[in-house]
């Protein structure tokens, strides 16, 4: 089995410390847009002053798909999963990686530390997962799928970035020792 080439821990947690701070403003964004607002209407015939048969309602849920796309939250979150998508098709162009290794890295003294890229190479599939489904949920019309799907990322890529606890990379080791992914085990012939 060819041996994995191994890269600078530091790498991931300073992609992980930009993406903390756009998840922490797109879960902000999301929090104030039309996910987690009421839409009120009322009947033709009732009396405005009288509530008792309004039609409480989500305004995400209301919302046309024209407005559910142009929330801010929602455009926020979109952007964050094509550079997570891209972070897993290809890392090394990922800009995050290009301008730690181009900028950060030079002025750091050499690594001391190194890593195997695919669990955090797999903590970016499960961050995309994470979105992703939050995005759908929200063009579905569900109310306050978009902020917790935001704010769920954004707590695994502030654990990452300030604590070097990688959610996704436990993730893809556990998943790694029950034998479902990674390492192939010899066949019995």
């Known amino acids: 089995m060819p041996e994995v080439q191994r890269i600078d821990v530091r790498g991931p947690r300073f992609a992980a410390s930009i993406t903390a701070v756009l998840l922490l403003i797109a879960t902000f964004l999301s929090l104030i847009g039309i996910s987690t607002q009421r839409a009120t209407g009322f009947f033709a015939y009732q ?7 309004g039609i409480d309602t989500w305004a995400v849920a209301s919302a046309s798909l024209g407005a559910r796309v142009a929330d801010p939250g929602f455009l ?9 998508l891209w972070g897993v098709v290809s890392p090394r162009t990922a ?18 530390e190194f890593e195997d890229p695919r669990p955090p190479r797999f903590a970016q599939g499960v961050g995309l997962f994470v979105t992703v489904v939050g995005l759908l949920l929200h063009l579905a019309g569900v109310p306050w799928a978009l902020p917790i799907a935001a704010a769920a990322a954004f707590i ?7 604590f070097g606890l990688c959610l996704g990379c436990q993730l893809y080791l556990l998943l790694q020792r ?12």
């Open 156 to 162: 695994a890529a502030f654990l990452n970035a300030v």
């Open 47 to 53: 009396p405005l002053a009288d509530k008792t048969y």
């Open 95 to 112: 800009p995050w990686g290009v301008l730690y290794r181009r900028v950060v890295q030079p002025r750091l003294a050499p690594p001391t």
């Open 76 to 84: 926020l979150v979109l952007v964050i999963a094509a550079l997570f």
């Open 178 to 189: 029950a034998g479902l992914i990674g390492r192939r085990r010899p066949s019995a012939a």
